[in-house]
């Protein structure tokens, strides 16, 4: 029986750099040497899968190596499928990659489908990124518009919990979930203060743990048409000029590998990219 750690990056808002933290994580964990195996299922959009396609011609055009995942391709045909239809291709997908890989890393569209949802419920851990104000907020809780003081959690993070109760009962065994605070502003302000303590308040409410994600970076979109990421740079693979942006860009990569439990990025490899 298959022993691979399932990883679904997800909530059900565009915009919030699912594909980019997914992407990220990836790589890390192929530099650490880990078998990855990768789902899209964001089958209208399926920017993870261009990304690694990407690679692969940047790679081959340029004779370069870089680690590649195990790609299990859902087609953009199945948008308009049934949910039965659906999820037998996700469950066919899913299998094969479990059986195949160290991780299983699962990009879910920004919308609630059955494949998403199907996914939320095999997670081992759930990884969600939001941005740094309540329009994304609002995805997880909701606030009062007065006080600004939590009522209850959103849709998705019942979705969440519900996952993590049928899973605790089928298996005894329980899904992890990180918000991930991603594209933070590069200054503090009072707004960021007001949805920390909300953040903070509904962690406890639902569960979560709060790790910190990417900034908002122009090496992160410099580097994606490549597919490539902060990761890939070394010296023989530096299809931009390097600057100490790029420096600051390789720590916050390990701190969310740290914040998600997760190993990668191996100090060496850290040291020749510089």
Do not use: C, Y
């Given at each position: 029986m298959s022993?691979?750690?399932?990883?679904?990056?997800?909530?059900?808002?565009?915009?919030?750099g699912k594909s980019t933290i997914a992407i990220h994580i990836a790589t890390a964990l192929l530099h650490s040497g880990a078998?990855?195996?990768?789902?899209?299922?964001?089958?209208?959009?399926?920017?993870?899968?261009?990304?690694?396609?990407h690679r692969r011609a940047w790679l081959d055009a340029n004779g370069a190596v870089a680690p590649m995942p195990l790609e299990f391709l859902l087609g953009p045909e199945l948008a308009k499928a049934p949910d039965e239809e659906a999820l037998a291709h996700f469950d066919d997908a899913f299998a094969k990659a479990s059986d195949q890989a160290d991780f299983v890393l699962v990009d879910t569209p920004g919308s609630d489908t059955a494949i998403g949802r199907a996914a939320h419920g095999r997670a081992d851990?759930?990884?969600t990124p939001m941005n740094d104000s309540f329009v994304d907020f609002d995805m997880l809780?909701?606030?009062d518009p007065v006080s600004l003081e939590l009522k209850r959690p959103s849709l998705y993070s019942e979705t969440v919990w519900n996952s993590r109760k049928v899973r605790a009962v089928e298996t005894g065994k329980s899904i992890d979930?990180?918000?991930?605070?991603?594209?933070?502003?590069?200054?503090e302000a009072r707004n960021r203060k007001r949805l920390d303590e909300r953040v903070q308040a509904l962690s406890r409410r639902v569960g979560f743990r709060v790790g910190p994600g990417l900034r908002d970076r122009v090496i992160y979109r410099e580097l994606f048409p490549f597919g490539l990421t902060i990761a890939d740079l070394s010296p023989t693979i530096r299809p931009v000029a390097m600057s100490l942006q790029h420096v600051a860009a390789r720590q916050e990569l390990r701190a969310l590998m740290g914040a998600l439990g997760l190993s990668g990025l191996d100090g060496a490899e850290l040291l020749a990219a510089q």
């Open positions: 022993q691979a750690k399932v990883i679904v990056v997800g909530n059900e808002k565009g915009g919030a078998k990855v195996a990768t789902l899209d299922l964001d089958v209208r959009q399926q920017s993870m899968a261009h990304f690694f396609a851990l759930i990884v809780g909701v606030v979930w990180v918000v991930l605070r991603n594209r933070l502003a590069p200054t």
